[in-house]
């Protein structure tokens, strides 16, 4: 399920300093502490997706709207000028 390991801890070696500094750690982002499932992994390529087809679509919109726009300056002056 993507779980780390178990942290191995001696009393007797003074190790505690690793384990509260993953504790800490774990308390300051606790979503990465958070496995992933199958489901999740595939929601957020889903997601993923969408967005970048979305920021596709509307790049696209931008660039035809901008040509256009070109478009119709030089048309105007086309007919101004003749």
Known sequence: ?????????????????NVYRRIISAAEHPHLSIPETEAGRNRKQYRQLVSRSLMFVSVGAAVAIAGLAAYRVYAARKNTSG
């Open 1 to 17: 399920m993507g779980i780390e390991a178990p942290i191995p801890v001696s009393m007797l070696l003074g190790d505690l300093s």
